[in-house]
């Protein structure tokens, strides 16, 4: 899997575990939400890194992103 792929599947991901922070909410179920919270933070570094990658790549090759 390539990196743009990569990070499409985290964003879909990111978008699913928040839905399950909705239902969490809702049902009052708090333990369930703060390990959702926990999975997002996860996700949010991963994309951060892949992300950064870019920023990183054309400062070495000195062009902009």
């Given amino acids: 899997m ?3 792929e990569k990070i499409k599947e ?3 991901q990111i ?3 928040r ?10 179920n708090f333990a ?3 390990d959702c919270i926990t999975d997002l933070e ?7 890194s892949l992300e950064n990658f870019d920023e ?3 400062q070495l090759v ?4």
């Fill in 2 to 4: 390539d990196r743009l």
């Fill in 10 to 12: 985290i964003k879909t």
């Fill in 15 to 17: 978008i699913e575990v």
């Fill in 19 to 28: 839905d399950q922070v909705r239902i969490g909410l809702e049902n009052n």
């Fill in 32 to 34: 369930h939400v703060r």
């Fill in 42 to 48: 996860e996700m949010t570094l991963e994309l951060k």
């Fill in 56 to 58: 990183e790549a054309a």
């Fill in 62 to 65: 000195g062009g902009d992103y």
